[in-house]
């Protein structure tokens, strides 16, 4: 017979204030197999911890239940003082005394009826419990960041600097990401470039890190501290170790109006390029979609050009496998065109531009060198008017979340075309300013009030040409809504940030969720910013919601350290809480019957299939096993299985079966 | 609370660790009250739930089942909760053609942060289940089906 210890906490008042908790102690230690029930005003204090794990020695306990709070509070606890007692954790369970009755229910008799009742569970759950060991899991010690721009620049190297190796791969043929697009950054006003190329040159002589462009992931299989990942390396047409960077291919590349996407669509670039011209590699990709030979199988005036023979016309995608420990996405976000924009004319008018067009026309290395001019005839404009939340805040568009960047830029942006543009006149059209951030406010204050930009409080209805002109109409809400009308030179939309394309389905191929935006999901909104719910998988910068470059870098530096954290173990330990296929003795072996129900239910691929052989080598059968690494303990297969043959530890059959008839067997 | 003549209906939820159990929880630490018939068994998953134990439970007394997991997509275990709905839509027409009385099972989605939709969820089942009176017709075919040897696990 069992000998159970149940102990019962009256949590300060928090119990004891409405359930008779002497009364439940009382009760349960009638109870059939319960050796000994206590009830103290603080299980989980020190003396409280004393209790149990002298009771456990004292009456030799094979089993513990403590009435108290919320397993999902302290059962980490409970199981930790068993433990030390010498019983096996897993044989200590708790019953969720606070939250799911004292806190929900009235002082009463059925109040303390209840808490009896949700003891009893346990106890008989309890009575089913066997000892379970921890798994112990190696932990591949390299690192993997998918995105290479300041989110995983930053991840990668600060994972390398501690002395771990890191695979970088970046979808575009250079790093950067946006950042490496900006003119300049607020609140300093410094140059992008100038503080990022620096560190790109860094990753790229990291000897930690392996760095792979215009590669993508392809697939991820495994889990925390083995994974492996599948790389598609697409075929870049240029052989990188004999190619010396020399451009001279790039010059005489025929195909030279194709838009630029680095220049955010202003610019233009050849068939065979470099994205920007401090790209890292620095050197070029062709695109096969736009080059005259691979459409028209004519032309080859880059081979010719080239002195070294680098050009490989036939190399294919190649698929390379990784074996990682950890992942960092980084993937970053994208912005919203002008042609979301019905009432600003679906992209149609040339001089109404993004927020991040509008940075290439305000940098040195853009289309027209920094000078602000309109991309229609090259003209200055004399009036520029900035609309913020252009999509953001606006649940119509199905963007409601505010896109938390804008209002600075478009600060900056105004400062920055003052700046430029003597005697020009700038407008913001703004919903509210949020400026929560270091020196932020600071910030706009100074464009407001030293470079005299207009704020005007309200939204824009539309903007529509008129002889040459861009008319903006919009309203004044501080002038209890009076209309404005403004003939612009050049409107420039602060469009909404959005997930990146592709962050879906990124998603699904690494089991990580995602919000209704596509944005990639925290564990825990306050404490587990930089985890997923997926163990091992770590989230650093924008493809988690819309932030900025200081945020973005402080978080990928906490992805980094929870990196480094895990790393820093020759060994995982895992909860055994993990499905098994039952093994009886010759002849039956299993009562599973190879169906595998159970491989088509289970969502990580943990079913194997076991051949039982016999001494000659013949196989007898062929049954199901579950790989305990992978398994993560759902049970989807326990309740799939037809012969009731796989069962999940912790949650057995026998378990719930034994908690269910305690309830209603009374 | 009820008068000691009114019916109190046994329930009994199968709620998944991660959405339900963590939002019943929710509930408590936002002190919303709601009736004591609920007693809650917590699974990994509701993908896990093995839907003859609703009929075991029915056998054995209760009254109503509540079935709540995490909302769709929202599952810890990416896919669990589809598998769920997936059976649930099935077993609940093998049930009605039956003629179990499938209003005594109450299947739902509850997420962490929704507290007060589970004392809600709560409260209307048994609300429900109590217009409903005491589910005495499935343990009497039982007891003959337990009598004549056709369920072999009792």
Redesign the interface.
């Known amino acids: 017979m069992s000998k159970i210890g149940v102990f019962i906490c009256h949590c300060g008042e928090n119990i004891s204030a409405t359930v008779d908790v002497e009364r439940v102690a009382r009760e349960i230690g009638g109870m059939e197999g319960v050796a000994h029930a206590i009830d103290y005003k603080y299980m989980c204090s020190d003396p409280g911890q004393t209790f149990i794990k002298e009771a456990v020695k004292k009456y030799g306990l094979d089993g513990v239940v403590v009435g108290a709070c ?3 509070m302290h059962e980490p606890t409970f199981r930790r003082a068993c433990a030390e007692a010498g019983l096996n954790p897993y044989l200590c369970e708790m019953a ?1 005394l ?4 004292s ?4 002082k ?1 008799e ?2 303390t ?2 808490a009896i ?2 003891v009893k ?1 346990l106890v008989e759950k309890v009575k089913k419990d066997k000892p379970l060991e921890s798994i112990k899991v190696p932990v591949t010690k390299r690192a993997l960041v998918i995105g290479g721009g300041i989110a995983g620049i930053q991840a990668s190297l600060d994972i390398a600097n501690t002395g771990h190796k890191v695979i970088l791969i970046e979808r575009d043929p250079s790093i950067g990401g946006h950042m490496s697009q900006l003119s300049e950054t607020f609140p300093t006003l410094d140059c992008s470039q100038c503080i990022l190329t620096p560190r790109m040159v860094e990753v790229a002589q990291h000897p930690n890190i392996k760095l792979y462009t215009y590669a993508e992931l392809e697939s991820l299989e495994g889990f925390i501290g083995n994974f492996k990942a599948r790389i598609r390396l697409k075929a870049k047409s240029v052989n990188y170790s004999t190619c010396t960077g020399c451009g001279a291919c790039i010059q005489k590349c025929p195909v030279k109006k194709i838009p630029s996407e680095f220049n955010a669509g202003l610019g233009t670039r050849t068939a065979i390029y470099v994205p920007f011209p401090q790209a890292v590699p620095n050197k070029p990709v062709i695109d096969r979609v736009n080059c005259n030979y691979y459409k028209r199988g004519a032309c080859k005036i880059c081979e010719k050009t080239c002195q070294v023979g680098s050009i490989e016309w036939d190399k294919e995608d190649e698929i390379i496998t990784e074996e990682v420990g950890a992942v960092v996405l980084a993937t970053g976000f994208d912005v919203k065109g002008t042609d979301f924009f019905p009432e600003y004319g679906y992209g149609k008018y040339k001089d109404v531009l993004t927020g991040l067009q509008f940075e290439r026309l305000a940098s040195a290395s853009g289309p027209t060198f920094g000078e602000i001019r309109r991309p229609s005839d090259g003209t200055i404009p004399k009036k520029i008017v900035f609309i913020a939340c252009a999509g953001s805040r606006d649940p119509a568009k199905g963007i409601p979340y505010c896109s938390k960047i804008c209002c600075m830029y478009t600060a900056k942006h105004a400062m920055l075309y003052q700046h430029k543009v003597h005697g020009g006149e700038s407008t913001v059209f703004y919903m509210d300013i949020r400026a929560g951030g270091k020196n932020y406010e600071e910030f706009v204050r100074r464009a407001i009030e030293e470079d005299t930009v207009n704020y005007v409080r309200g939204r824009v209805a539309r903007v529509y040409e008129k002889d040459g002109k861009l008319i903006v109409k919009g309203v004044d809400t501080l002038l209890g809504g009076q209309q404005v009308e403004i003939e612009a030179d050049m409107v420039v939309l602060a469009t909404a940030g959005v997930a990146n394309c592709g962050s879906e389905q990124l998603a699904q191929k690494l ?1 990580v ?1 995602y919000d209704p935006y596509h944005f990639f999901a925290e564990a825990h909104p306050k404490l587990k910013p930089v985890e997923t ?1 997926t163990a091992g998988i770590f989230l650093a910068g924008a493809c988690q919601a819309p932030k900025d470059i200081p945020e973005t870098v402080g978080m990928a530096s906490g992805a980094a350290v929870k990196v480094a954290a895990l790393f820093s173990n020759d060994e995982l330990v895992r909860e055994p ?1 993990v499905a098994v296929v039952n093994r009886l003795a010759p002849p039956l072996y299993s009562t599973c019957v190879g169906c595998f129900m159970c491989e088509t ?1 289970c ?2 691929n943990a079913i194997e299939h076991e051949e039982i052989k016999g001494r000659d080598g013949s196989l007898i059968r062929t049954i199901a096993r579950v790989n305990e690494g992978l398994c ?5 297969c ?3 299985c037809r012969s009731k043959s796989i069962d ?1 530890q ?2 057995t ?1 026998e378990q ?2 034994a ?3 305690s ?3 009374d | 609370m009820s008068s000691s003549t009114e019916f109190e209906p046994k329930i009994i939820a199968f709620v998944c660790n991660w959405c339900t159990y963590a939002g019943a929880d929710l509930t408590g630490t936002s002190r919303l009250k709601y009736a004591t018939n609920v007693k809650i068994v917590r699974f990994p998953c509701t993908g896990r739930i093995d839907f003859l134990l609703l009929l075991k439970s029915f056998a054995q007394g209760a009254d109503g089942v509540i079935v709540s997991g995490c909302h769709p997509n929202d599952c810890h275990y990416t896919s669990g909760n589809f598998h769920a709905r997936r059976r649930w839509i099935a077993f609940r027409t093998v049930l009605d053609l039956m003629g179990v009385d499938i209003r005594r099972i109450q299947y739902s989605w509850v997420s962490a942060a929704e507290g007060s939709k589970w004392a809600d969820l709560v409260n209307n089942t048994v609300a429900d289940i109590r217009a409903l009176g005491p589910y005495a017709e499935y343990q009497k075919v039982a007891e003959y089906l337990e009598k004549e040897g056709f369920d072999e696990e009792a």
């Open positions: 919320s397993p999902r969720n606070r939250e799911h009755c806190w929900v229910h009235e009463s059925e109040t009826e209840k009742d949700l569970m089991h969720s719910n809480i239910a969502p990580y993560q303990g759902c049970g989807t326990v309740a799939f999940i912790g949650y059959n719930v079966y908690e269910v008839m309830l209603l067997n």
